[in-house]
């Protein structure tokens, strides 16, 4: 197992570092940020103080470098919009999209799945037809749209829930069902398809033969198998609630990550973008680690591969 660890570990890092350079590369792709800082009315004598104040005359290694050393140590730069230090501004807005991801994700699992074993245990039942029904709706309904209807019936006629806002924990109640949402059905689908292809296992039916109790070869034997693929798909979700979350963040004014990424992209505040790219796809990163070796220990087969 330690083995298997570290053999993932050291592909994470690989995966980051091109992350690294990739996420420094689109700085540079979106044109001269020199003459994005200057704005419209600015100078060539301008444009290039400002290269030369940001050391944008230097060959691209070095910035690079300079870049990935400061951070390493936490240091991301200054906004150019905000005028704060970068890693700062992430830190505070950062916490609230974590919040939001991590009770999205919780919702989704804590309904898709169930519903997905459910229909695999009963299919062409009702249960099955609903969790049907669930997942093509939760495909085809736009998140923003759902969003809305939640704020028009629960917030405004019945006065349930706050429309907006982040003070308390009611306020993530409507998002987190938004963005949970969205990952039910992929999850459901796949989970009904692991427990029907498992359930029909050489291993299920020699349990049921010696005598096992239903629920244990459920939850024991043929959950455990069927859940391998789930792991992964929901390290996946994870992290596309982390870095899109944007929608939903707008539509409940929840001023985090996301709704910052927006902000500094509309405002050209290009090493608030560099950073938020890098934060993000270091968060898939670490999630596909944890579900690889959360798999491994459900399955040892993929230790010996």
């Known amino acids: 197992m330690l083995q298997f660890i570290l053999k993932r570990l050291g ?31 600015a100078t060539d004598q301008d444009i290039e103080a400002i290269r030369v104040l940001y050391g944008f005359d230097r060959p691209l290694v070095v910035q690079y470098w300079d870049w990935l050393s400061s951070a390493l140590t936490g240091d991301l730069g200054e906004s150019y919009y905000f005028k704060l230090p970068v890693a700062s501004l992430i830190a505070d807005r950062l916490q609230i999209t974590m919040i939001l991801g991590v009770c999205g994700i919780s919702f989704a699992l804590l309904t898709a799945v169930p519903l997905g074993v459910a229909a695999a245990i009963r299919p062409n039942s009702f249960i099955d037809r609903l969790a049907l029904f669930l997942s093509v709706a939760g495909q085809a309904m736009p998140s923003f749209w759902f969003g809305l209807i939640l704020i028009v019936v629960f917030a ?15 306020h993530f109640i409507m998002p987190t069902i938004v963005l949970g949402y969205y990952a039910m059905p ?32 459920l939850f024991k034997h ?33 001023h985090g990550a996301g709704y910052l990424a927006w902000e500094s992209i509309a405002r050209n505040d290009l090493p608030t ?26 399955d040892p087969r993929m230790r010996a591969g």
């Open 273 to 298: 973008v560099q950073a938020l790219i890098l934060v993000f796809s270091l968060f898939y990163i670490i999630f596909t680690f944890l579900s690889d070796v959360l798999n491994a220990w459900l």
């Open 11 to 41: 592909l994470a890092l690989l995966v980051a570092l091109t992350v690294s350079i990739i996420s420094f590369s689109l700085l540079f792709l979106s044109g001269d940020p020199a003459s994005a800082i200057g704005g419209e009315t």
């Open 156 to 170: 405004i006629q019945l006065g349930w829930l706050p429309p907006s806002g982040a003070s308390s924990p009611v």
């Open 186 to 217: 992929a999850i459901m689908r796949l989970t009904r398809a692991g427990m029907l292809d498992v359930l029909s296992s050489d291993y299920i039916r020699t349990a049921r033969a010696k005598g096992a109790s239903e629920g244990r070869v």
């Open 222 to 254: 043929a959950l455990r198998n069927a859940i391998i693929p789930v792991v992964s798909l929901a390290a996946v979700q994870m992290g596309f609630m982390l870095g899109g979350s944007i929608v939903v963040e707008s539509i409940f004014a929840l």
